[in-house]
């Protein structure tokens, strides 16, 4: 299903009804043919009554949806749209939900929740690619620095070629138990974390010292911070992980001179639906600093009066 050099027109042409898009999630999600998630057994037969094909196994009598055990399971959304949603997701810069719903012509509630159902593949596949040799490690920061109180820290591992240019890249956001509350630095437990997570056991990293960015990141870390400004106005540090995460997903293939939408619309086949539930659920993040001057506005002119002191 070579879909690479499609530009976004012929795309919407070839994935133009649920069919068209049927047949290519069937060649995404058993590319040596069909399985049955029960039994495993090759053989099938079609039923055509519902809105997607159902394949019923010959050996235990299953029937299972094209889209079940996708990130598209349960949706009413149509999969042209669904499809259109990946292939933006695939650009090099993303697009926002505002804008994805006005592209698609969804609601804003429906863009959000296909844009982080989409993330969540991108996590599942970034989460399988761990850094295989050693690497290195630095922290950096985002918000204004202006207001350094506020700021997200960020990790940063990158595994080298020659010292000089990075050929993996991971974007990991501390737990705020593993960041110092006061000067939002990252702990030592941080840094361990990091590597448990996103590193075979025998890679083993290294960072600076004083806290400098290798000049191969530094670039990286630049980057991605406009990105989240430039595209999507800020993002809170609830779901600054998925969206690292969707950056990454597309450095990286970017670094291995591979295509972006296939290897997508593929984990978008074989990942689980996240629930809407699961994604506005509270989640243990840094505690914004203006809870303690009772307001934002007066933490600002804290700050403020600091600057004019």
């Excluded at 094209?66 to 933006?88: D, H, K, N, V």
């Excluded at 993996?168 to 590597?195: C, I, K, M, T, W």
């Excluded at 939408?261 to 243990?284: F, G, V």
Aim: aromatic share 12%; glycine share 4%.
């Amino acid at each position: 299903m070579p879909v690479e050099a499609d530009t976004y027109e012929q795309f919407c042409q070839r994935f133009s009804s649920d069919a068209a898009c049927a047949h290519a999630l069937f060649a995404l999600r058993w590319p040596e043919g069909f399985r049955c998630p029960a039994c495993r057994c090759s053989r099938f037969s079609l039923i055509r009554t519902r809105r997607l094909p159902l394949y019923q196994c010959a050996s235990c009598r299953r029937q299972t949806s094209i889209i079940s055990g996708t990130i598209m399971e349960g949706s009413r959304t149509p999969l042209p749209r669904w499809f259109q949603a990946m292939f933006l997701l695939s650009l090099p810069g993303g697009i926002s939900a505002l804008r994805l719903a006005d592209v698609i012509t969804v609601t804003y509630k429906t863009a959000w929740h296909i844009a982080h159902k989409i993330r969540f593949a991108l996590q599942s596949a970034e989460a399988s690619n761990l850094i295989d040799a050693d690497f290195r490690l630095d922290a950096f920061y985002y918000g204004s620095p202006l207001y350094q109180d506020a700021q997200q820290p960020l990790l940063i591992g990158a595994s080298l070629k020659d010292n000089e240019q990075p050929d993996h890249v991971v974007l990991h956001q501390p737990e705020p138990s593993h960041v110092d509350p006061v000067n939002r630095r990252v702990l030592a437990s941080g840094y361990h974390a990091f590597s448990r997570k996103h590193a075979e056991p025998h890679a083993i990293p290294s960072s600076d010292r004083y806290g400098k960015l290798h000049a191969a990141v530094f670039p990286i870390a630049k980057t991605v911070c406009a990105w989240l400004n430039d595209t999507f106005n800020g993002i809170g540090a609830k779901h600054l992980q998925a969206y690292v995460d969707e950056f990454a997903f597309r450095l990286n293939k970017h670094l291995q001179s591979a295509s972006v939408l296939l290897p997508l619309l593929r984990w978008c086949s074989i990942t689980r639906a996240i629930q809407y539930d699961e994604l506005t659920r509270p989640k243990p993040v840094l505690v914004v600093p203006w809870v303690y001057f009772g307001s934002k506005s007066r933490w600002k002119g804290r700050h403020m009066s600091r600057w004019g002191a």
